[in-house]
């Protein structure tokens, strides 16, 4: 029988799968001694019980009752008591952490006897009506699903009666009247009283975390950072301990090291006389957490030790929320911190040195999407412009855009393809729509642990927040200037935002490229790089490289394009595409073979493209010196060589009219109609063309070797591979084959696995890879193109269903990610896993690679390290990415 619930002290931080991470994490600082209020966590297999029949599975009731007691008996209360009462939080936490998406209740447990017993047992009745009207509050929004502002409201209303500012200023008498007054609200909202029942309370509380997992904002939030739907939420229920108890009480949050650069130091944020969310919601301004050393000594102590404990533990950085009782330190949660893209470079360097971690665990401390980030422009320091303001650097990036005030406005401007910054006094999860569309975001208040600062840094978005200089006026859509009288910013006005250091700059600010991108490009020399940033990615480069077994290679149809591959650590070329080679001014010699008549039209046709392609090849092979390329032959259909067909027949159709008609457009007409396709895609391409179309093969297949020819003898060592695309049957690449066998022989070539000449097939067909052993007999190699075989397998035209249906797609579920984006594992990547075993099983040693743009994105990465292909190739830009993560996949999956 699946046991539903488990106490913090039977878990740890390997079962998060189970537990959630904040379950996993509290479990495991109860394991290291560390001071956790009692609790328990309900599984996430509870939760995926409560979706499947939409309720909670029938043993759950008792496992909590005996759970509950046991909390009961070591805190020596009992739930809701009218004298002296427990009162527990219920907190969700899945796998992931999402930010702001389940909301915590607090102080479940009070009602109108036990809110008494509170009061008496703690001498502070001010307390107890605070707690109780809490309670209500996150109750009702988040159990009852009411809008929160009819508390907020009826809060300042009471505030301002009072004629006072700050919450702390009620007296216990202003409290326990707001209660009531949310207890009419709630009436009137929901048709009933608020539970009264402390048990029911408990209860409904975890059944709305389960039901928050289904949340239109927890959906969004899942699908952007690609985690699936169907993990669920653990919900944890844990004994309360009050930082809003007394003056020597208090709760905040901190980082082990600063998650923006990656210096130690003493980081985070608190306030006395504060629950829950008060330090991050930015109610009052908090203190810096070194402050806490005069506000309460033996807590602060007490902290930096559990600090230094928990980064040793977790060997890494840990971000940590905790509450001072009546001077005695809480730990309420850890993990494992979110960081910008900088500081976990700088953070896995460090960790090396400090002897924490091996140089093989520091791969696993920096992820691609960190380098791609740092691959990012940055705003030209020697650019003229003043500052407007400066906030807090939240996460990095230099955005442009103008100012927008909210998430409507920052969708219209993103769908009309406009960069807009998003300005805001702080978010909250209902602006996660514009925080997604707006380039970036800016807010004028809230430190590193705010709402906007934690999303962005999530989502890689440039961010700056707690801007306090900007008094934001949402609701006449300006920003006016404190201390600077009359100087306002309009919607629509333009502003640069820096996230690195958290400069804003009114107008447009030019930008420049990162060091990093300089480092690769070989303009800054790691020893001598003035920023830190470049040495630390030299280093985690310069392990990564050494650990990967999968080779990179890049796709590169120009020889400045090969140039740059070679700066970013290509190996080789996987992919030149020879499709430009007859556009532009060739166009005219491509009609020409079309249109050719005559074996000797055909002939001289062919005769003058082939120079050109020789100049083409040269070039391409010179500068990859003596690497490996591959050249795929000609892919694409005749016909996007010609003119449209549209177009072309009403021209005609018209100089006829006119009487006037051009004979050579009339042909050229009849050549088009006759190429003309319903479905391209699947038509005359490829080696189809290249078997139908004399000459056409055999010109390129000569081109390529007469330049390989000049290359080699200007003593480069390099190979050619040669690549026949869209191959279904072994018969089709046999044709090809024997034909460029014979050219070769001409060039005194024997083509082969390991020779100078190669000649190989691209695996983009469903037919192929399903009969890979015997297409391997005649290939010298595979590369798999991954972008047609998701087309084929799929039977998606990417064209035509990224634009119209996948949104749709994305929103329902049907995958998490685009197939085009992230290898399709189930479908795609099992025809690869077959032909690669097929291929090799008939001819062993086979060299299989990638040559999609899948070979640069990270997931798709360690899936081919796992398929155990011997290269991936990408963009230049994207092969540092690629080499980044191939030795990530080494270490991680061995
Ligand atoms: P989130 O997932 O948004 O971080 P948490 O579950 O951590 O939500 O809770 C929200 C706030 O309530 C945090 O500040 C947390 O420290 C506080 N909190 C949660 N449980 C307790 C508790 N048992 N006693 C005191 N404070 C608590
Ligand atoms: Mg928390
Ligand atoms: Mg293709």
């Known amino acids: 029988m699946t046991r539903y619930v488990y106490d913090f002290s039977e878990g740890s931080m390997e079962q998060k799968d189970l537990l959630g991470g904040k379950g996993a994490n509290l479990a495991e600082m109860v394991r290291i001694g560390l001071p956790v209020p009692a609790g328990f966590t309900i599984s996430t297999d509870a939760c995926r019980a409560y979706l499947r029949t939409q309720q909670a599975p029938a043993e759950l009731a008792d496992e909590v009752s005996a759970h509950l007691a046991r909390i009961e008996g070591q805190m020596g209360r009992r739930l809701g008591d009218a004298d002296d009462p427990l009162l527990v939080s219920v907190r969700s936490g899945a796998k992931f952490s999402m930010p702001g998406m389940m909301e915590t209740v607090l102080n479940i447990g009070l009602n109108d006897e036990s809110v008494k017993g509170l009061a008496a047992q703690s001498g502070n009745p001010r307390f107890a009506w605070d707690s109780y009207r809490r309670l209500m509050q996150m109750f009702g929004k988040t159990v009852l699903d009411m809008d929160g502002d009819i508390f907020e409201t009826r809060l300042e209303q009471m505030k301002a009666a009072r004629g006072v500012e700050q919450d702390t200023e009620l007296t216990a008498e202003d409290l326990e009247s707001l209660t009531t007054k949310y207890r009419l609200a709630i009436q009137n909202a929901t048709g009933r009283d608020f539970p009264q029942d402390p048990r029911e309370q408990l209860d409904m509380a975890v059944l709305a975390v389960f039901r928050s997992w289904m949340g239109e904002r927890a959906v969004l939030y899942r699908r952007q950072e690609r985690i699936p739907h169907d993990l669920g939420t653990a919900v944890n229920v844990q004994a309360m301990v009050f930082g809003n108890l007394s003056e020597d009480s208090g709760t905040g949050v901190c980082f082990t090291r600063d998650p923006a650069t990656g210096e130690k130091g003493v980081y985070g944020d608190y306030l006395m006389n504060a629950q829950g969310e008060d330090v991050v919601a930015g109610i009052r301004n908090t203190h810096p957490l070194h402050d806490l050393e005069a506000d309460s000594p033996e807590a602060y102590k007490e902290l930096r030790a559990a600090m230094d404990t928990l980064e040793h533990h977790y060997r890494d950085l840990c971000d940590i929320e905790f509450t001072i009782e009546r001077g005695t330190l809480w ?166 935002i820096d996230g690195g250091t958290g400069a804003v700059f009114e107008g447009a600010v030019p930008v420049v490229a990162s060091p990093v991108v300089d480092y690769f490009e070989g303009r800054v020399q790691p020893e001598s790089a003035t920023d830190e940033i470049v040495r630390a990615v030299d280093r985690i480069m310069t392990i990564a490289d050494r650990e990967r077994r999968l080779k990179v290679r890049a796709n590169a149809d120009t020889p400045a394009d090969a140039a740059r591959a070679v700066r970013f650590g290509a190996e080789g070329i996987g992919l030149t595409r020879t499709e430009h080679m007859f556009l532009g001014e060739r166009r005219q010699l491509v009609e020409h073979l ?108 000569r081109a390529i070797l007469e330049a390989f020819r000049v290359v080699r003898r200007a003593g480069a060592h390099g190979t050619v591979e040669i690549m026949v695309p869209l191959v279904d049957a072994v018969e089709e690449l046999d044709l090809v084959r024997e034909e460029a066998e014979a050219i070769a022989r001409e060039f005194g070539e024997e083509p082969g696995a390991g020779k100078n000449v190669a000649i190989g097939t691209m695996m983009e067909l469903p037919r192929a890879c399903l009969t890979a052993g015997r297409i391997a007999q005649s290939a010298d190699f595979f590369s798999f193109g991954t972008n047609d075989l998701t087309q084929t397998t799929w039977g998606f035209s990417r064209d035509d269903v990224e634009g119209s249906f996948f949104s749709a797609y994305l929103d329902k579920g049907v995958f998490g990610v685009s197939p085009f984006e992230t290898i399709d594992v189930d479908g795609v990547g099992r025809l690869v896993e077959l032909a690669v075993a097929e291929g090799r099983a008939a001819k062993p040693g086979l060299k299989t690679g990638v040559c999609g743009e899948h070979g640069g994105d990270p997931e798709s990465v360690h899936f081919f390290h796992r398929a155990g292909l011997d290269y991936v190739s990408c963009s230049p830009f994207r092969v540092p990415v690629a080499r980044l993560e191939a030795g990530r996949a080494a270490v991680m999956q061995g």
Do not use: W
């Open 594 to 701: 079309i249109l050719a008549e005559t074996e000797e039209e055909r002939e001289a046709a062919l005769e003058s493209l082939r120079p050109l392609q020789v100049q083409d090849f040269a070039e391409i092979f010179t500068a990859m010196g003596d690497r490996p390329v591959t050249v795929r032959l000609i892919d694409p259909p005749l016909h996007e060589f010609l003119p449209d067909y549209t177009h072309l027949a009403v021209k005609v159709a018209v100089a006829e009219s006119e009487g006037h008609s051009s004979p050579a457009d009339v042909k050229m007409l009849q050549a088009v109609t006759r190429l003309h396709e319903s479905n391209p895609m699947f038509g005359l391409r490829g080696v189809r063309l290249g078997i139908t179309t004399a000459g056409l093969f055999e010109m390129q297949i």
């Open 331 to 496: 730990m309420l949660q850890t993990r494992v911190g979110k960081r910008t893209a900088e500081a976990a470079f700088r953070i896995a360097g460090q960790l090396i040195d400090e002897g924490t971690i091996t140089e093989q665990e520091a791969l696993t401390r920096v992820t691609g999407a960190h380098l791609t980030a740092l691959m990012f422009p940055r705003f030209d320091a020697s650019a003229a412009t003043a500052e407007l303001t400066r906030g807090v650097a939240a996460s990095p990036g230099a955005a442009v855009g103008a100012i927008v005030f909210d998430t409507a406005d920052a969708q219209a401007k993103a769908a009309a393809g406009e960069d807009c910054i998003l300005v805001r006094t702080e978010t909250n999860p209902d602006d996660l729509g514009g925080m997604i569309a707006a380039r970036g975001i800016l807010t004028s208040r809230g430190g590193k642990t705010s709402h906007a600062a934690v999303v962005a840094r999530g989502m890689g978005k440039t961010c700056v927040v707690g801007a306090d200089s900007l008094v934001v006026d949402t609701e006449n859509r300006t920003i006016a200037i404190r201390g600077e009288a009359g100087h306002f910013l309009n919607e629509g006005d333009v502003v640069s």
